[in-house]
C-alpha cells in the first residue's frame, strides 16, 4: 500500500533526524576519547598515521593505467641519412718520433768540414748531392774546419758544433709536443663525433617507431588520508581537552543541584515537623490544662479564669504566626517569648511552688532574628524530663545575650539532669534542633548541652545575630 504524501518526512524532518544523529555519535566519540588516557590516545593518533600512509599506496586509493600513445612520427623515406662514420686519420708523425731505427744520420768529411745530415728511409736525396748544396738537408749539422791551427780558432769551431747540436735536440722535442697535442685532440675529436651519432641516430630511431606504444600511469587518489588523518587527531585532542572540562563542570553543577536538592528536602522535612508541632498544642498538656481549668471552676474560679485567659494567650500566639515562620525559617526572638511566657504561667498554676520561672532578655533583643519552636521544645524538656520527675520541683530560667557577634539564647533547669529521670527522652528533640540549624546556618550555629550546679541541665542556642528591626527599617527605606 503506497504511502500517502503526508505521511513522508519532509526535508527539514530528515535535516533534524541527521543531525540528531550526528550529535549523538558526537557525544559518544567525545566522552571516549574523555575516557581514555593520553598515553593511549597518543598511541592511537600515530597508528592512526601511520594506517593513513599505509593505505593510500594500496587500492582502491592508487592504482595503475595503461593507455596507448598515437606517436607522429616521420616516414622513413624523409628521414636523413647519416654518413658514415669517418676514420680517424693517423697524424703524420715527425721524423724524431719515429720509431727507433726510423731516421738515420749521415755523417760526411771533407775539406769544408763535418756535416751530419738525418736521413728517413725513402728519401730521395743522397749524401752525394747533400755534400754538394751546403745546408740543403734542414735539420743538419755543419761544422767547418778551422782556417788555422790555432787551439782558439778550435775551440770556438766546437762551440759552434755544440750550439749546433743542442738547438738540433731542442727542435726535436718541440715537433714531439706537436704531434702528441695533435694526436690528443684528434681522439677528442673522434669521441665527440662518435657521441653525436650515436644521439643522432636514437633520435632517427625513435622517430622511425611511427606505431602507437603503450605508456603506464600511476594515479594516486589516496593522497588526502594522510592530511586527513592529522586533522583528525588535532580534532581529537581539542575535543579531548574542551569536552573534559564540559564533563567535568556538568558533574560539578550536577552535585551542586543533587546538594541543593537534598538540603530542600531535608528542609521541607524539618519544616513539616515544625508545623506539625505548631499546628498542634502538646495533647497531655492541653488535656491536664482544660481538666485544670475544670477542677478549678468549682473550687478556685478566679484561678480557673486566669488559667483559661494564659491557654488563650498560647493558643493565640502559637497559631497565627504558623504560615510566617514557614515562610522564612526565622521569626523575632518576642514572639518566641510571646508563647514561652503563658506556657510557664500555665504550668506554674498547676505545679504550684514546685515551679519557679524567670525570663533574662533584653528589651533590645526581642528584634533579633531565632528560629521558632526550638526555645518551646527545650522549656517542655526542661519541665517534662527535668522539674516534674523531681519531687520538689526547682526552677527554670531563660535568658539571652549577645557575645562575639552572635545570639545565645539558654535554657537552664535545676532538675534531675540530663538523662537521669525515667521519663527520659530519646534525644530526637535535640537531634531536630541540630539539624535545623545546619540547614539554617550551617556551622556558624551550635547547640551546647552541659550540667547545671548543684544539679540539672543547661542547654544553649548559639545563631549568627541580626536583628529583623534593621530589615524592615532598611525596606521602608
Do not use: C
Not at 715537433?175 to 665527440?192: C, F, H, N, P
Not at 521541607?268 to 491536664?288: C, D, G, K, S, W
Not at 498554676?349 to 521544645?377: C, K, N, W
Not at 541540630?434 to 542556642?461: D, F, H, K, W
Amino acid at each position: 500500500m503506497p504511502t500517502s504524501p503526508a505521511s513522508s518526512p519532509t526535508p527539514y524532518q530528515r535535516w533534524q533526524q541527521f543531525s540528531a544523529l550526528v550529535l549523538r555519535w558526537f557525544h559518544i566519540y567525545a566522552g571516549w576519547l574523555v575516557s581514555i588516557s593520553w598515553k593511549n590516545f597518543i598511541i592511537l593518533a600515530v597508528a592512526l598515521i601511520i594506517g593513513a600512509n599505509m593505505v593510500s599506496n594500496l587500492p582502491p586509493f592508487t592504482w595503475r593505467i595503461t593507455e596507448q600513445v598515437e606517436d607522429s612520427s616521420i616516414p622513413r623515406s624523409k628521414l636523413p641519412r647519416l654518413p658514415p662514420a669517418p676514420k680517424a686519420e693517423k697524424p703524420e708523425k715527425p721524423e724524431k718520433a719515429a720509431k727507433p731505427g726510423g731516421v738515420h744520420y749521415e755523417i760526411s768529411i771533407d775539406e769544408r768540414g763535418v756535416r751530419v745530415l738525418p736521413r728517413t728511409p725513402g728519401s730521395e736525396k743522397s749524401s752525394e748531392g747533400a755534400a754538394s748544396e751546403p745546408g740543403g738537408e734542414e735539420g743538419g749539422v755543419h761544422i767547418p774546419f778551422p782556417a788555422s791551427t790555432d787551439r782558439s780558432d778550435i775551440r770556438r769551431a766546437v762551440e759552434e758544433a755544440r750550439a749546433a747540436l743542442e738547438k738540433i735536440a731542442e727542435n726535436a722535442r718541440e715537433a714531439q709536443e706537436r704531434a702528441e697535442q695533435e694526436t690528443q685532440e684528434a681522439q677528442e675529436a673522434k669521441q665527440a663525433a662518435e657521441e653525436v651519432r650515436a644521439e643522432t641516430e636514437r633520435l632517427i630511431e625513435q622517430a622511425q617507431s611511427g606505431g602507437p606504444h603503450s605508456r603506464v600511469r600511476v594515479i594516486h587518489a589516496g593522497d588526502f588520508l594522510v592530511d586527513l588523518a592529522a586533522l583528525w587527531v588535532l580534532g581529537s585532542v581539542l575535543i579531548k581537552i574542551t569536552y573534559k572540562g564540559r564533563i567535568q563542570a556538568e558533574v560539578k553543577a550536577a552535585q551542586a543541584t543533587e546538594t541543593a536538592e537534598a538540603e530542600s528536602l531535608k528542609r521541607q522535612v524539618i519544616e513539616a515537623r515544625m508545623a506539625a508541632m505548631q499546628a498542634q498544642v502538646e495533647p497531655h498538656f492541653l488535656f491536664n490544662t482544660l481538666a485544670s481549668i475544670d477542677h478549678l471552676i468549682e473550687t478556685d474560679p478566679p484561678r480557673a479564669s486566669q488559667m483559661q485567659k494564659n491557654l488563650i494567650a498560647l493558643l493565640r500566639a502559637s497559631m497565627p504566626t504558623m504560615r510566617e515562620a514557614n515562610a522564612s525559617g526565622v521569626r523575632d526572638l518576642g514572639r518566641e517569648l510571646a508563647v514561652i511566657k503563658p506556657y510557664l504561667e500555665i504550668l506554674q498554676m498547676r505545679m504550684e511552688e514546685r515551679l519557679q520561672t524567670e525570663i533574662a532578655v533584653p528589651e533590645g533583643l526581642l528584634s533579633a532574628e531565632f528560629p521558632p519552636m526550638m526555645i518551646q521544645s527545650l522549656v517542655e524538656n526542661a519541665i517534662k524530663h527535668g522539674l516534674e520527675p523531681k519531687a520538689e520541683g526547682g526552677s527554670l530560667l531563660v535568658k539571652a545575650e549577645v557575645t562575639h557577634g552572635k545570639l545565645a539564647v539558654t535554657v537552664a533547669d535545676t532538675g534531675l539532669g540530663f538523662g537521669r529521670a525515667a521519663t527520659a527522652g530519646t534525644g530526637v528533640g535535640l537531634a531536630n534542633i541540630r539539624e535545623r540549624l545546619m540547614i539554617l546556618y550551617g556551622s556558624r550555629a551550635s547547640v551546647t548541652v552541659t550540667e547545671n550546679q548543684p544539679s540539672g541541665t543547661v542547654v544553649t542556642i548559639t545563631v549568627p545575630y541580626r536583628s529583623r528591626a534593621d530589615d524592615q527599617e532598611g525596606a521602608s527605606a
